[in-house]
C-alpha cells in the first residue's frame, strides 16, 4: 500500500461480530435451550434492535444491505447465479460488489479498521486508498474465492501460521454420522483459529474499529438442520438418533466462548456490537417447479439438445462422486451445466424462463430490447403476461391436498424500485414448501413433481443488533428496524456521518446522549 496508515488511539472504539447465519429468534431459542451460556448474559445487558430483511426473497441482500445501507434495488445483489441484465451471463459469486461498505467510509474518516470474512464481500483493489484499512477473506461462506486480502500480502501470513479454513461450506454428501461428526470437528476448529486470527488482529493491527464475521454458524445451520427435521426426506432416523442436536449444539457452544473471551479482553471503553442476519428454518424443496411450470405450459419452449459424452459420463458417477468433483472444478462443472441448460431453450418462442437453482422461483420475462433473443413487447403485452402467469399459479395446488402450493408472488421490478432494478426478477415465486410437497396439479397444467429434495434450509427475514458501550444508550428494545438501517448506526454509534445517498437511517435510540446522529 501506499502511504501510512492513522495512528491508533490504542485501544478499540467499537468491534462488531457479524453472526452470519443465525438471527434474533435463533438466539433466543438456543439461549433459552442452555447453548449459550456467555452471550445470553451479554445480550441480557445489550440495547436491542429487531431488523426486517429481505432475506426469504433475496437471500445474499443480507449482509450487502447492512454494511452499504443501501436497499437491494440500489446494489442488485439479490440472488447466488442471477443473470446480467441484457446477456445470459451467470453472475459468479466471485464478481458481486458490495458498495462503500461503512468501514470504508471509517477509514475515509481517519479511523483504523480491520475486518475478518465479510459475507459476501471481496478484499477492495490492490489500489484502493485505503491506507487505514486490513482486509481478510480467510472463511467467509460461501466461498466464492481463494482466501485473500487487502493489502495483499497479508492473507499469505496467516494461513502460513494458521492453514486454510478447514471447512467453508456444507456439504450435501455428508450424510452419515461418521461425516457429519467430522463436519462438527472442522467447524469448532475453525471457530477456535478465528479467535486467534481476531486476537492478532486487536494486537497488531490496533484498530479503531473490527468487524469479525463467523461463517460456521451459517454452515453448521445449513449442514445439520435436517437432523431435527422428522418428515423431511432428507431426515435419516439412525443418524438423528445418533446425533439429534448436538453438533450444531457445539458449533454455537464454540461460537459462544469464543465471542466471550475476546470481550473479557476488550477495554471497557469499546462499544460492541452483535448482528445477526439470515437465521434459517426447515423446507422441503422447490426450486424446480416453476422452471417445469413455465414449460409444461409452453411459455418456455424447449429444444431437444443431445448432452456430450462427458457429461453423460459425468451423470453416471455416484452421486457423492460428483458432490466431490463440483468441490474440486466448480466453475468447470458448472459452465458445463450453464451451456447445456441455456441450449435447451427454443427463444423464438420462449416469452419467460426461470432460473431452476434458486430457493424459490425468478422469472425473466423474455423482453424485447431487453434479452438478447427478446420477444415480448414491454408495456402492455410484459403485464399481460406477468397478470397469465399469476393466474396460472395461483391455480396451482400441492398434490393431494387441494391446499395452494404458491405462498406468496411478488413483482420486484415494481416493488423495489431504484438503480439496480433492471437486474430483479419481473416475478418472485414462494412455494408454501413448509411441509413436504411431492408434486404440484391443476386443472390445466396436470401434475408436476418436485425434483427438488430439499436438502438446504432457507432464510428468514428477521435480524438484530445487540449492542453495548459508553456510545449506547440503555433503555427498551427497539422495533421498526431495518437491515439498511445497520451501516449508518455504526457510524454513528463511532460519531462520523454516514455518507449521502445511503438508504438507511441511524437508529437514534440506539446513541447515547451527545452523540451525534
Not at 232 to 250: C, D, T
Not at 348 to 361: E, I
Amino acid at each position: 500500500m501506499n502511504g501510512q496508515r492513522p495512528e491508533s488511539s490504542g485501544a478499540p472504539r467499537a468491534v462488531v461480530f457479524a453472526l452470519d447465519g443465525t438471527d434474533s429468534n435463533c438466539m433466543a431459542r438456543y439461549a433459552d435451550s442452555g447453548w449459550l451460556p456467555e452471550m445470553a448474559g451479554l445480550m441480557r445487558k445489550a440495547r436491542r434492535a429487531d431488523l426486517q430483511t429481505l432475506g426469504d426473497l433475496f437471500v445474499p441482500s443480507l449482509w450487502p444491505c447492512a454494511f452499504s445501507g443501501l436497499a437491494v434495488e440500489n446494489h442488485g445483489i439479490h440472488a447466488f447465479r442471477p443473470i446480467r441484465s441484457g446477456t445470459l451471463d451467470i453472475v459468479e459469486g466471485s464478481e458481486r460488489h458490495v458498495p462503500a461498505p461503512f468501514w470504508e467510509t471509517a477509514v475515509q474518516a481517519g479511523l483504523r479498521v480491520s475486518v475478518l470474512d465479510a459475507p459476501i464481500c471481496a478484499p477492495p483493489p490492490a489500489e484502493a486508498a485505503l491506507d487505514g484499512l486490513r482486509f481478510v477473506e480467510w472463511g467467509s461462506h460461501p466461498q466464492v474465492r481463494a482466501p485473500g486480502s487487502f493489502p495483499r500480502s497479508l492473507i499469505s501470513g496467516i494461513i502460513k501460521r494458521h492453514g486454510l479454513h478447514p471447512w467453508r461450506e456444507d456439504n450435501p454428501s455428508a450424510t452419515t454420522v461418521e461425516d457429519l461428526s467430522s463436519v462438527q470437528v472442522g467447524l469448532c476448529e475453525a471457530v477456535r483459529t478465528r479467535e486467534n486470527i481476531i486476537m492478532e488482529m486487536l494486537e497488531a493491527d490496533a484498530p479503531d474499529l473490527l468487524l469479525a464475521a463467523f461463517s460456521e454458524l451459517h454452515t453448521a445451520e445449513h449442514q445439520f438442520l435436517n437432523l431435527t427435521a422428522p418428515g423431511h426426506r432428507r431426515f435419516e432416523p439412525a443418524v438423528a438418533a445418533a446425533l439429534g442436536e448436538k453438533p450444531l449444539r457445539a458449533v454455537y457452544e464454540a461460537v459462544d466462548a469464543t465471542i466471550s473471551r475476546i470481550v473479557r479482553r476488550l477495554p471497557r471503553e469499546t462499544t460492541v456490537i452483535i448482528v445477526c442476519l439470515g437465521g434459517l428454518h426447515v423446507i422441503h424443496g422447490g426450486s424446480t417447479l416453476l422452471h417445469d411450470a413455465l414449460r409444461q405450459t409452453g411459455l418456455t419452449a424447449s429444444k431437444t439438445v443431445q448432452p456430450s459424452l462427458a457429461r453423460r459420463l459425468w451423470r453416471l458417477l455416484p452421486e457423492h462422486v460428483r458432490q466431490a468433483g463440483r468441490r474440486q472444478v466448480p466453475k468447470l462443472v458448472r459452465r458445463s451445466g450453464d451451456g447445456l441448460f441455456w441450449a435447451s431453450f427454443d427463444w423464438a418462442a420462449t416469452r419467460a424462463f426461470s432460473l431452476p437453482w434458486t430457493y424459490d422461483g425468478h422469472l425473466r420475462v423474455n423482453l424485447r430490447g431487453r434479452e438478447p433473443h427478446g420477444i415480448v413487447e414491454p408495456g402492455a403485452e410484459r403485464a399481460a403476461l406477468l397478470d397469465e402467469i399469476e393466474t396460472l399459479l395461483r391455480e396451482l395446488k400441492i398434490a393431494g391436498t387441494g391446499k395452494p402450493a404458491v405462498r406468496r408472488i411478488v413483482r420486484p421490478q415494481e416493488v423495489f424500485v431504484g438503480r439496480a432494478t433492471a437486474e430483479l426478477p419481473d416475478l418472485l415465486v414462494k412455494w408454501d414448501n413448509d411441509a413436504p410437497i411431492e408434486a404440484i396439479e391443476s386443472p390445466r397444467l396436470g401434475r408436476i413433481e418436485n425434483r427438488d429434495k430439499g436438502q438446504r434450509g432457507a432464510h428468514s427475514d428477521r435480524g438484530a443488533i445487540f449492542a453495548w458501550g459508553p456510545g449506547v444508550a440503555a433503555g427498551p428494545p427497539i422495533s421498526g428496524a431495518r437491515d439498511i438501517d445497520v451501516a449508518p448506526t455504526v457510524l454513528g454509534l463511532l460519531g462520523i456521518a454516514p455518507p449521502a445517498g445511503q438508504d438507511g437511517r441511524t437508529i437514534r435510540d440506539f446513541l447515547a446522549a451527545g452523540r451525534p446522529a
